[in-house]
């Protein structure tokens, strides 16, 4: 065995003894052999880079996995451990299978920030084939989107309002007249034509009857208002053939509003007043500022002039025909600051089987319909039943105020009754009428009555005095489906449907209902989400509801009601009601 000269015993041999001992390590020009330093050789941390000369080490002198972590300094082995933890790269297409509906977060790339992100999916929605809906005439397929951060969900539909009408009429794609309404340059001696367009938008549907066409009516957005003397309908003039009504470049605002001026009266000093035919004004609101639902103030009606003038927000009319108008804020009433709705008028009415469209050219354009009788802002009451099926569709709509003081029997934002076919309305708003948002009647007993509501709302519907005050109800036999609609705060039962109506909501939104009980009618209907009455059946699929305590979500009133449930959202009462509430 190899060893190291000892002193004193070794003369001689020193020499020998010492190269075999360095030959055990080294080669014979002095370097380190092959394997020579290993990891049992080091001691623990104790190669650092202090330790060590400048590019002194290289793969060739050290062993194969001779250097552990053990081995190195603890700085080192910090810095290590650090790596080991951090973010790496791989490829998690290969590792993950995205699932229907969305990516999770562990199997985002950059590719996948890339596009729109959507965290739930559309999902189809299924016609219950009880409900009677024709798909071989109407073929119909809907889907819901839940929005994120929103309760509400949003529809889409292949039959929309265009779709609908068109597959009937010609009036809005290939028209046999167009005629053109312009209040700021238009003149009604005039033609009607883009060159030489009517002033008010009447002209322009007797123009029509008279050509006894289909008939297109485009009315300008050139003004800010077609008061009453200027809407649709003034002057009983109502279409007798099929008319598509056209808002072009911006909204167009019309109703039952007359343009007037008001001055300090003698005796009442503190309020304004002006002269109306007796008996006539349905509701005065205040055009600066709105409610919480985003609608104008009322100003509410008192029984004399004195009281008017000593009460902030008032109004009255006296058998005189002096109106009397009394600010909140006291400033001076002007047709800009100041509204009122006339009675026994309406803005659209349609007394006749015939197609009727009411929308826009593009974009936002629409109809902003204030006002109307006890019929409402959008009437429907053809007399006797057309022989063919016919097609009302409305898109990008509002009806509001309808009734009042005056017209006080039922006062509906749209109303639709005795049709013979079906009724189209996609994000159509129905506010602040005296009694319901949308009501669809057949009172005489047309073969049949449909209507398809989609993204539409209803919101701050009844009044006092008033029963069952409904965003949405159903009369007789009508069959309806509603699509993502939302109602909100209705007085006696936000979706009420009697006799044998049937109906589909899907994907519908209903909250804080208050009920008709204490308003003074005689009601007896607690704040309601769904109630179906008599023999009338409904199906609610994955509908929202959220009522104020005491209230009901869904409640049958009849042993022969029937409510039909399908992924509803959990709600804070439980069903009631003699009738059927099941699962479908």
């Given at each position: 065995?190899?060893?190291?000269?000892?002193?004193?015993?070794?003369?001689?041999?020193?020499?020998?003894?010492?190269?075999?001992?360095?030959?055990?390590?080294?080669?014979?020009?002095?370097?380190?052999?092959?394997?020579?330093?290993?990891?049992?050789?080091?001691?623990?941390?104790?190669?650092?880079?202090?330790?060590?000369?400048?590019?002194?080490?290289?793969?060739?002198?050290?062993?194969?996995?001779?250097?552990?972590?053990?081995?190195?300094?603890?700085?080192?082995?910090?810095?290590?451990?650090?790596?080991?933890?951090?973010?790496?790269?791989?490829?998690?297409?290969?590792?993950?299978?995205?699932?229907?509906?969305?990516?999770?977060?562990?199997?985002?790339?950059?590719?996948?920030?890339?596009i729109a992100y959507v965290p739930l999916q559309p999902q189809t929605v299924t016609i219950p084939s009880g409900l009677g809906w024709d798909q071989t005439k109407y073929p119909l397929s809907m889907t819901i989107t839940d929005l994120?951060?929103?309760?509400?969900?949003?529809?889409?539909?292949?039959?929309?309002?265009?779709?609908?009408?068109?597959?009937?009429?010609?009036?809005?794609?290939?028209?046999?007249?167009?005629?053109?309404?312009?209040?700021?340059?238009?003149?009604?001696?005039?033609?009607?034509?883009?060159?030489?367009?009517?002033?008010?938008?009447?002209?322009?549907?007797?123009?029509?009857?008279?050509?006894?066409?289909?008939?297109?009516?485009?009315?300008?957005?050139?003004?800010?208002?077609?008061?009453?003397?200027?809407?649709?309908?003034?002057?009983?003039?109502?279409?007798?053939?099929?008319?598509?009504?056209?808002?072009?470049?911006?909204?167009?605002?019309?109703?039952?509003?007359?343009?007037?001026?008001?001055?300090?009266?003698?005796?009442?000093?503190?309020?304004?007043?002006?002269?109306?035919?007796?008996?006539?004004?349905?509701?005065?609101?205040?055009?600066?500022?709105?409610?919480?639902?985003?609608?104008?103030?009322?100003?509410?009606?008192?029984?004399?002039?004195?009281?008017?003038?000593?009460?902030?927000?008032?109004?009255?009319?006296?058998?005189?025909?002096?109106?009397?108008?009394?600010r909140y804020d006291g400033a001076a009433v002007t047709q800009f600051n100041t509204r009122f709705y006339r009675s026994s008028a309406t803005s659209f009415s349609l007394r006749a089987g015939v197609n009727l469209y009411i929308g826009g050219e593009g974009g936002?354009?629409?109809?902003?319909?204030?006002?109307?009788?006890?019929?409402?802002?959008?009437?429907?009451?053809?007399?006797?039943?057309?022989?063919?099926?016919?097609?009302?569709?409305?898109?990008?709509?509002?009806?509001?105020?309808?009734?009042?003081?005056?017209?006080?029997?039922?006062?509906?934002?749209?109303?639709?009754?005795?049709?013979?076919?079906?009724?189209?309305?996609?994000?159509?708003?129905?506010?602040?009428?005296?009694?319901?948002?949308?009501?669809?009647?057949?009172?005489?007993?047309?073969?049949?009555?449909?209507?398809?509501?989609?993204?539409?709302?209803?919101?701050?519907?009844?009044?006092?005095?008033?029963?069952?005050?409904?965003?949405?109800?159903?009369?007789?036999?009508?069959?309806?489906?509603?699509?993502?609609?939302?109602?909100?705060?209705?007085?006696?039962?936000?979706?009420?449907?009697?006799?044998?109506?049937?109906?589909?909501?899907?994907?519908?939104?209903?909250?804080?209902?208050?009920?008709?009980?204490?308003?003074?009618?005689?009601?007896?209907?607690?704040?309601?989400?769904?109630?179906?009455?008599?023999?009338?059946?409904?199906?609610?699929?994955?509908?929202?509801?959220?009522?104020?305590?005491?209230?009901?979500?869904?409640?049958?009133?009849?042993?022969?009601?029937?409510?039909?449930?399908?992924?509803?959202?959990?709600?804070?009462?439980?069903?009631?009601?003699?009738?059927?509430?099941?699962?479908?």
């Amino acid at each position: 065995m190899a060893r190291l000269p000892q002193p004193g015993g070794d003369s001689g041999n020193w020499g020998s003894i010492l190269n075999d001992y360095l030959s055990q390590a080294h080669k014979s020009d002095g370097t380190l052999k092959d394997n020579t330093v290993t990891a049992s050789i080091l001691a623990p941390h104790s190669v650092t880079s202090m330790a060590l000369a400048s590019n002194s080490v290289s793969a060739i002198a050290i062993v194969d996995g001779s250097v552990t972590n053990q081995k190195l300094s603890i700085a080192v082995q910090s810095s290590l451990d650090k790596a080991d933890t951090a973010t790496q790269s791989a490829d998690l297409n290969a590792k993950y299978t995205k699932p229907a509906g969305g990516i999770p977060l562990s199997d985002l790339k950059q590719s996948d920030l890339n596009i729109a992100y959507v965290p739930l999916q559309p999902q189809t929605v299924t016609i219950p084939s009880g409900l009677g809906w024709d798909q071989t005439k109407y073929p119909l397929s809907m889907t819901i989107t839940d929005l994120p951060g929103m309760t509400r969900a949003h529809g889409v539909s292949t039959l929309t309002p265009e779709s609908a009408f068109d597959s009937v009429s010609t009036a809005r794609t290939a028209p046999g007249a167009t005629f053109y309404v312009d209040g700021l340059n238009g003149l009604d001696t005039n033609a009607g034509t883009q060159a030489a367009p009517f002033q008010r938008i009447w002209k322009a549907v007797q123009a029509a009857n008279a050509a006894n066409v289909p008939s297109k009516v485009i009315v300008k957005a050139t003004v800010s208002r077609y008061i009453r003397s200027n809407n649709p309908s003034f002057g009983a003039v109502y279409p007798t053939v099929d008319i598509a009504f056209v808002a072009s470049g911006g909204r167009i605002n019309t109703g039952t509003f007359d343009d007037f001026t008001a001055t300090v009266d003698g005796t009442f000093t503190r309020s304004y007043a002006t002269t109306v035919s007796a008996n006539t004004v349905n509701r005065v609101v205040d055009l600066l500022y709105t409610n919480q639902y985003g609608n104008y103030s009322e100003l509410v009606n008192v029984s004399s002039a004195d009281l008017c003038n000593n009460t902030p927000g008032s109004w009255y009319h006296h058998t005189d025909g002096t109106l009397y108008i009394h600010r909140y804020d006291g400033a001076a009433v002007t047709q800009f600051n100041t509204r009122f709705y006339r009675s026994s008028a309406t803005s659209f009415s349609l007394r006749a089987g015939v197609n009727l469209y009411i929308g826009g050219e593009g974009g936002n354009d629409g109809f902003d319909v204030e006002g109307g009788h006890s019929y409402g802002g959008l009437e429907v009451t053809p007399t006797s039943a057309s022989p063919t099926e016919k097609v009302i569709a409305v898109s990008n709509c509002t009806f509001k105020y309808a009734g009042g003081k005056i017209d006080n029997s039922v006062g509906r934002g749209v109303s639709i009754d005795n049709w013979h076919g079906l009724a189209v309305l996609s994000n159509v708003r129905t506010d602040a009428a005296l009694t319901d948002g949308f009501n669809f009647h057949n009172s005489i007993g047309v073969p049949r009555t449909l209507a398809l509501t989609i993204n539409c709302s209803a919101t701050d519907n009844g009044r006092p005095g008033m029963q069952s005050c409904n965003s949405h109800t159903l009369h007789e036999n009508v069959i309806a489906i509603d699509l993502c609609s939302t109602f909100n705060v209705s007085r006696g039962g936000s979706i009420r449907n009697i006799n044998t109506s049937k109906a589909l909501y899907a994907g519908t939104h209903i909250k804080d209902d208050r009920g008709d009980v204490g308003l003074g009618g005689g009601g007896i209907v607690k704040p309601t989400a769904v109630r179906a009455d008599d023999s009338a059946t409904i199906w609610c699929d994955r509908t929202r509801t959220d009522m104020p305590a005491g209230g009901y979500e869904y409640f049958t009133g009849s042993g022969t009601s029937t409510i039909h449930k399908r992924a509803t959202w959990p709600v804070h009462s439980p069903d009631s009601g003699p009738g059927t509430i099941n699962v479908y």
